[in-house]
């Protein structure tokens, strides 16, 4: 992607600080060149690690987001970033219909016995959906691939209906410098500190019911040595829960010392429309 002057030569200070985010203030340009660079991206790189049916946050989003929701029928659900879906499947057969939203590659048509249609993401972030659409809306790692996260987040606060339930998942450190090439990430993406996060939930008039650090840098190291999918286990995320409460300091949210990349990298937010 070319960006603009302003964007290659200014201070990158703001952004790596966290005061500011990289990317939510582009121009409409820069959203369609950041857009068509990222559309397929990781599809792309999820196909050469890994099964691209493989799922592995399961035991996680339970933990921290699904257990929390009431029991019963979800209604009609909207997964932004789902790709195949497999995120939904805990709950699939609750929903009355899934919307996913996606840039390609997918197109199963059910999931579990519940009908699955898929509607393409544009660079402004406008969502094609009415007002109030949906009654629960999941977002598991996927803002964090887009430049204006602002206006997606005011978007996925329009398409729910008053008193419904969204889940939120994102990486609130930078992942690394995104300006240099990075193993197994697109060219893109960068996590979102987490007071931009919270205040663009404000603002589309979402209120954080729960929240909770999570991906501790420890827990895939542990699974590593374990040879185990460590967010699909239990007793791991279980343990993950625990390093991630348990880390004294606040978020760093561009770790350059050994200490402060000891610590979760992101958060969970179980998240209600007023």
């Given at each position: 992607?070319?960006?603009?002057?302003?964007?290659?030569l200014?201070?990158?200070e703001?952004f790596?600080s966290?005061r500011?985010?990289?990317?939510?203030d582009?121009?409409?340009?820069?959203?369609?060149?950041w857009?068509?660079?990222?559309?397929t991206?990781?599809?792309?790189?999820?196909?050469?690690?890994?099964?691209?049916?493989f799922?592995?946050?399961h035991?996680?989003?339970?933990?921290?987001g699904?257990?929390?929701?009431?029991?019963?029928?979800?209604?009609?659900?909207?997964s932004?970033g789902?790709a195949?879906?497999?995120?939904?499947?805990p709950?699939?057969?609750r929903?009355?219909s899934i919307?996913?939203?996606?840039?390609?590659?997918?197109?199963?048509?059910n999931?579990?016995g519940?009908?699955?249609t898929?509607?393409r993401?544009?660079?402004?972030?406008?969502?094609?959906?009415s007002?109030?659409?949906f009654d629960?809306?999941?977002?598991?790692?996927?803002?964090?691939?887009?430049?204006n996260?602002t206006?997606?987040?005011?978007?996925l606060g329009?398409v729910?209906?008053?008193?419904?339930?969204?889940?939120?998942?994102?990486?609130?450190?930078?992942m690394?410098?995104?300006?240099?090439?990075?193993?197994?990430?697109?060219?893109?993406?960068?996590?979102?500190?987490?007071?931009?996060l919270?205040?663009?939930?404000?603002?589309a008039?979402?209120?954080?019911?729960?929240?909770?650090?999570?991906v501790?840098?420890?827990?895939?190291?542990?699974g590593?040595?374990?040879?185990?999918?460590c967010?699909?286990?239990?007793?791991?995320t279980r343990?993950?829960?625990?390093?991630?409460?348990?880390?004294?300091?606040?978020?760093?949210?561009h770790p350059?010392?050994?200490w402060q990349?000891?610590?979760?990298?992101?958060?969970?937010?179980?998240l209600?429309?007023?």
């Amino acid at each position: 992607m070319s960006l603009s002057v302003t964007h290659e030569l200014g201070s990158m200070e703001e952004f790596f600080s966290g005061r500011r985010l990289y990317g939510d203030d582009f121009s409409q340009a820069e959203l369609e060149a950041w857009y068509r660079d990222e559309q397929t991206a990781y599809f792309e790189l999820a196909t050469e690690v890994r099964d691209p049916g493989f799922y592995d946050y399961h035991a996680l989003n339970w933990l921290h987001g699904y257990r929390h929701l009431p029991r019963g029928p979800v209604g009609r659900v909207m997964s932004f970033g789902g790709a195949k879906g497999e995120e939904l499947r805990p709950i699939a057969r609750r929903a009355r219909s899934i919307v996913i939203v996606e840039p390609g590659a997918y197109s199963d048509s059910n999931l579990d016995g519940t009908d699955v249609t898929y509607r393409r993401p544009v660079a402004s972030g406008r969502l094609a959906a009415s007002d109030g659409e949906f009654d629960l809306v999941t977002c598991f790692g996927a803002l964090h691939h887009v430049p204006n996260v602002t206006a997606v987040v005011r978007e996925l606060g329009r398409v729910m209906q008053s008193g419904g339930w969204a889940l939120v998942r994102e990486p609130v450190i930078t992942m690394g410098d995104w300006r240099r090439p990075r193993r197994g990430l697109t060219r893109h993406e960068r996590g979102i500190p987490h007071r931009i996060l919270e205040s663009a939930f404000l603002a589309a008039g979402l209120n954080v019911l729960r929240r909770h650090r999570c991906v501790h840098t420890l827990t895939p190291r542990i699974g590593r040595l374990l040879g185990a999918s460590c967010f699909n286990s239990r007793i791991l995320t279980r343990l993950d829960s625990v390093l991630s409460a348990g880390t004294p300091w606040p978020i760093v949210y561009h770790p350059t010392q050994v200490w402060q990349k000891l610590q979760p990298c992101s958060i969970f937010y179980v998240l209600r429309k007023r």
